[in-house]
């Protein structure tokens, strides 16, 4: 069967188009770039941004891995065959969540959109990923001191990996029809346990600080809109969302743990070796 990948080179499509590989799946994997791809895999040049730049890459698909909050999602569904699965990477947040949050009100309208499709479907509603922990890298760069904001709130960050695996499994098991899969990883750890675990699988001495609260906001405000810091103090300062509690989901759809950080920094720690 052939399936559409979307962000097939994000975190989670690339690990959901090399999960589908793993199965002996063929993929129609979207990115806006001409790339090389590995064998059972057709690129396609698309912009998740064009309202129709998606739909001659949706007709003849089985199912579609899909992201939420793009304006290409409507064109894709109207163009997937009938018979096709949509898998949509939504949020933690939408379960008992607020339209009135930004970021959880984008991933309800996609879940809408998606259930009104009259395609099948299955929502992956993750905690925040571990490959977050990326976004550290300037950090790294300047030196051994690591200031994060919500020092205080434990989250069970989960892999990536798990997350391209159940997709996997999602698009090719009917079973998974009509499941919406809230999703943790194994175990919540505070920013400071974070920075620790990584510090050991880097090899380096690194030393949390505490990020006050207004720094973090000016920060978060250069890198997006008010909104959705808006949305993240809400869910991680007012704890509207809980991302502490640790879900039995990974281990029931795949049958096994999911992925530790400590194991993700040390299976990832060449992707932070830039400096
Ligand atoms: N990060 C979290 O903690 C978290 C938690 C819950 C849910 N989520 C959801 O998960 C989603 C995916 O996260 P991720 O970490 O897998 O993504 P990611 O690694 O940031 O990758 C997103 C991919 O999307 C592609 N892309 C971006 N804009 C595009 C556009 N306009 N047109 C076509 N492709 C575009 C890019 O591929 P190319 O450069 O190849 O085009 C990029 O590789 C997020 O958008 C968010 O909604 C994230």
Not at 192 to 202: G, K, N, R, V, Y
Request: negative net charge; glycine residues 8%.
């Amino acid at each position: 069967m052939t399936f559409l990948v979307t962000a097939a080179t994000g975190n989670v499509g690339n690990a959901t188009l090399q999960s589908l590989l793993a199965i002996g799946q063929t993929v129609r994997a979207v990115s806006r770039h001409t790339r090389e791809w590995p064998a059972g895999v057709e690129g396609v040049v698309g912009d998740l941004n064009d309202p129709d730049g998606l739909r001659d890459a949706a007709r003849g698909v089985d199912g579609a891995f899909l992201l939420s909050g793009y304006p290409s999602e409507a064109g894709v569904l109207e163009a997937l065959p009938d018979d096709a699965h949509a898998v949509l990477l939504s949020s933690g947040s939408v379960p008992g969540g607020s339209p009135e949050n930004a970021v959880t009100a984008y991933h309800l309208e996609s879940e809408a959109a998606v259930k009104a499709s009259g395609h099948s479907w299955t929502m992956l509603q993750p905690n925040s990923f571990m490959a977050n922990a990326l976004r550290w890298q300037p950090q790294l760069d300047a030196g051994d001191t690591i200031r994060l904001p919500f020092a205080d709130v434990p989250i069970a960050l989960i892999d990536p990996s798990d997350l391209g695996e159940l997709a996997a499994r999602a698009l090719t098991d009917r079973r998974h029809a009509g499941a919406s899969y809230r999703l943790s990883g194994p175990e919540a750890l505070l920013p400071e346990t974070q920075i620790a675990i990584l510090s050991a699988a880097l090899g380096r001495p690194l030393h949390f600080e505490a990020q006050p609260d207004d720094e973090a906001r000016a920060q978060m405000e250069r890198a997006m809109p008010a909104a959705y810091v808006d949305a993240f103090f809400a869910f991680f300062s007012e704890h509207t969302l809980d991302e502490t509690t640790v879900w039995p989901t990974v281990h029931e759809v795949l049958g096994r743990r999911p992925g530790t950080f400590a194991a993700w920094t040390r299976a990832n720690a060449h992707r932070f070796l830039s400096a």
